[in-house]
């Protein structure tokens, strides 16, 4: 058993980049070229799309709130949700044992970290980092832990769970990226561990670190990975505060022969009245002109920063998102979470990906009877970037989605796009951890030429697929 350190420093804040709000475009986009499919895993290697689902409040060999995972594996016909793997740390390979109130299995990511040809999933908490290997098999409960400052000399005191995975080098593996804190040899600032990661002590190739205070003129609170500049290379966007409080961000640029390289000075907003709040973010091609873009959500907008030659586009500006904006259905309350959660993927299948966004926190009809059920709305992409022709909202109240919205269900606070049978229509995986009151649920919704649609929803709980009944918060985050 592994002796765990914990970190207990605040929360850092993840992106939310942009500096302008625009009035919504509504012209409806023209067909464009097919956008680039979306990252997920496969972690059996049988070329279907799998899912990893986190229950971080799960019981386990009767210890509450101990937290499992469960992952469902893709195939000809879908998610086979009888042959799902249940993982905890009762289980044979996974380092420590498992802990009353220890929420394990904040599920962060996928990636082939050790280059084997099997995507693994990472799983976080707080600062550590485990990597679950992926096999033939799937994921086993074989894995390692991605050592600390505590555990060797030249190892991150990385802030919590907020990491960005991504390929800065060009060299096929992906790196980590995190937020480093405290007084240790690094200090703050930013890291990255290279890939590959060794099977056995879970070390990466190296280890770099970035003392953006010095180096950038603000220390670090979020770290965001994608190709912005359309090179098949991750770019790197680092924002924080500087010594005045002045929210800044600096966009590095993925080379192969020389690392990340620093291009300068990017759009930058936290939200001014909450620094430490974990914000999320996701990219993807909305305007098919072959640069990511980046979505962030703050709770109460998401603002859309267009890629380009150069990271940021110089032709099109930064754009914001709210229920106040024309065109964007439902009204702005406080508690919303408009954005809370974010992805981007093409779901009408019209060659550009269309931004979804979650809103956990959204009350439906009756205050006293669905506060914070929740609700999902989709803006479509276009040629000119985010339209609001043809959004969309689509709650558990919505025509052919199981159950009904209900007090605390938090419908949509974490979002998956993915094609589990590769018919070429994706399927959106939404999560609801406080259904059934917070024993957890995620809904299959299928996709069709008119975008996102409740026609011929399911839905599926933890127990469904072999986990415990009861409490587990199942669906509060998702990879793959």
Known sequence: MRTRTLLTTAACTAAVLGLTTLTAATAAPAPGKAAAAPDTADFNGDGYPDLAIGAHTATVNGLKKAGALSVVYGSATGFQYDKASVISEATDGIPDDPR???TWSHVNGHGDFDHDGYD???????????????????????????PNESEYRGGPNRLNSAV??????????????????????????????????????????SVVHRDTAALDGHETRYVQVGDMTGDGISDMLIGGVTKQWVHKATLFKGTRTSGLVKVGAAPAFIDPDNHNAILPGAFGDINGDGHQDFVSGSGEKVTVVYGGPKGIS????????????TGVPGVGETGDLFGGTVAVADTDQDGYADVLIGAPGETGTDPATTARS???????????????????????????IPSASELDDKFATSIRVLDSDKDGKPEVYVGGHGEDNFTGRVWKLKTDPTGVTGTGATSFAFADLGGPKGLASFGFRTAG
């Open 164 to 205: 960005a995975i991504g390929d800065v080098n060009g060299d096929g593996i992906p790196d980590i990226h995190s937020v480093t804190w405290g007084s240790g040899r690094l200090g703050h600032g930013q890291v990255t561990e290279y890939g590959p990661f060794d099977r056995t002590t879970g070390k990466p190739k």
């Open 100 to 102: 009353e109130s220890g």
């Open 120 to 146: 693994d999933l990472l799983v976080a908490d707080y600062g550590d980092l485990s990597i679950l290997w992926g096999s033939k098999q799937g994921i086993t409960g074989a894995s390692a832990v991605v």
């Open 314 to 325: 110089t032709t099109i500006p930064s754009r914001s998102y709210s229920q106040s904006s």
């Open 374 to 400: 929740g609700a999902l709305t989709i803006l479509r992409g276009g040629k000119t970037g985010i339209t609001t022709a043809g959004a969309k909202s689509l709650t558990q109240n919505s025509t052919g």
